[in-house]
């Protein structure tokens, strides 16, 4: 079969190792490598193993796509990679791999925001869902961001985490309860809405930025308290009534921009909007709600060239 556009993504901005092949926007392939227990035992992603991890593997993953893509290296038009952000080794890891494969094949090479991959992550299989302007949440591990979007090119960013972003408060916060790495997926998998009565701090005004260390530091604190005086902890009150608490922060400025700006429409990317609660409680803000599938959620190497396929068709359309 005979493609107008293929594009090869590459993802390596922290421990999965994923590559896709996008032919005229459909995806051919998608696969994702990671080795999840050699970080699991240390309870946390560690970055000299995970770029590691990267070079072993990214050559098998490409030929693996490129095999159940059923084309060859030749046919690829594009070539798109993260560029930031991420942890530094990972990221250029992968930026190597792209650029030697984009000197060999004698093709362009595309740098892509990770983050905004992910806030496109919702249109996928979908383009045409795209409609402007949107909000777009934007919730990993590292970042925790609001976007404004009026088209693919410009857009700016309304609020943002200015210390931990939710995903790095869930997992250490399950951490401190000695819950299963990672944490975020712990709290949510034994949530329990009626245990959410646990005392907990003030949540911040509206248009102030997303932060999320004063909760972990003060769970942190009652948890010490409470083994200091052997008092017994109750896991799933205290965890459940973090995570509620976590989202509750998060709808709270999302209600507040969406009405200041008037939108009607809102986009969630990113690995927390896996998250079965968060997806739950957006669910019932009252305009259209654009959710990305849970297979997208997490890094891959598909949003990469989505973003880059939506890219080359502005580029296109404009001249």
Same mark, same amino acid.
């Given at each position: ?28 392939? &998608?696969?994702? %490598? *990671? ?20 070079? &072993? ?14 084309? *060859? ?8 990679? *993260?560029?930031?952000?991420? =942890? ?12 030697? =494969? ?20 919702? #249109? ?15 919730? #990993? ?37 000695? =819950? ?10 034994? %949530? ?24 972990? *530091? %003060? ?10 005086? /052997? ?30 700006? &008037? ?11 896996? &998250? #079965? =609660? ?38 296109? /359309?404009?001249?």
């Amino acid at each position: 079969m005979a493609y107008k556009k293929i594009i090869i993504g590459i993802e390596t901005s922290c421990d999965d190792t994923s590559i896709a092949i996008i032919a005229d926007g459909k995806i051919l392939s &998608n696969k994702t %490598f *990671t080795k999840f227990k050699d970080h699991q035992k240390f309870g946390g992603i560690i970055p000299e193993l995970a770029a590691r991890n990267h070079a &072993n593997h990214l050559l098998n993953v490409f030929n693996d796509v490129l095999k159940e893509a059923k084309i *060859t290296s030749k046919q690829i038009d594009y070539i798109a990679y *993260t560029a930031y952000p991420g =942890l530094i080794g990972c990221l250029h890891t992968g930026k190597v791999f792209a650029k030697t =494969l984009a000197l060999v094949l004698n093709k362009p090479l595309i740098k892509i925001n990770h983050m905004l991959a992910h806030a496109f992550s919702f #249109s996928i299989e979908k383009s045409d869902s795209i409609k402007y302007p949107f909000l777009c949440l934007d919730v #990993s591990g590292g970042h925790t961001i609001i976007y404004l979007f009026k088209d693919l090119n410009k857009y700016r960013i309304i609020n943002q985490s200015n210390d931990d972003a939710v995903g790095e408060c869930l997992d250490k916060i399950g951490r401190i309860l000695k =819950l299963p790495y990672p944490g975020g997926i712990s709290l949510d998998n034994q %949530f329990d809405p009626k245990q959410t009565s646990f005392p907990l701090i003030k949540h911040s005004l509206p248009q102030k930025p997303f932060s999320f260390s004063g909760i972990k *530091t %003060f769970i942190t604190n009652k948890l010490h308290q409470a083994e200091q005086k /052997n008092e017994p902890i109750n896991k799933v009150l205290i965890g459940s009534s973090a995570l509620k608490w976590c989202f509750d922060e998060i709808m709270i400025k999302l209600n507040y921009y969406i009405s200041r700006y &008037n939108v009607q429409y809102l986009a969630i990317g990113g690995g927390v909007a896996a &998250n #079965s =609660l968060l997806r739950n409680e957006i669910k019932k803000i009252p305009i259209n709600v654009e959710l990305v599938d849970k297979k997208y959620c997490g890094d891959n190497a598909a949003m990469i060239a989505h973003l880059t396929y939506l890219t080359i068709l502005k580029k296109e /359309n404009s001249i």
